[in-house]
């Protein structure tokens, strides 16, 4: 291992200096494909979030809660209306995006870097 020789970076930049990268025509689509999925995750992920947000209940205020005759029992209906909604945005996410855009999008992106520079 000690006849390795060390090359500048210099050196092998002027070597490809005047090389130019052109993907195909399949590689441009598969990537203008990869980032409309992803945008299209990006907006159900918004979609979801905005989703929660208007599902999920208000938390009771302390001056609600003294004036209710069973504070706690408010506190725990609250607590389980919360896991509903939370619940819910979780099943509309995972099956959404987790199980249906995540896989294209992977799969879109696998072609695209196992494609390299073969043509065809």
């Known amino acids: 291992m000690a006849d390795k020789e060390r090359v500048e970076a ?3 930049l002027k070597d490809v200096e005047g090389t130019k990268v052109k993907p195909s025509f399949v590689q441009w689509a598969g990537l203008w ?3 409309g999925v992803g945008s299209l995750m990006f907006i159900v992920t918004v979609g979801v979030g905005a989703f929660f947000y208007t599902h999920h209940p208000s938390v009771p205020s302390a001056e609600t809660l003294s004036h ?7 506190i725990e209906q ?8 939370l ?26 870097f196992a494609k390299g520079g073969r043509e065809g």
């Open 10 to 12: 210099a050196t092998v």
């Open 68 to 74: 209710m005759p069973d504070p706690k029992a408010a």
């Open 78 to 85: 609250y607590k389980e209306l919360s896991g509903i909604a």
């Open 87 to 112: 619940k819910s945005v979780q099943d509309l996410f995972q099956t959404i995006v987790a199980q249906a855009l995540l896989p294209l999008f992977t799969a879109i992106l696998g072609y695209i």
């Open 33 to 35: 494909l990869a980032a």
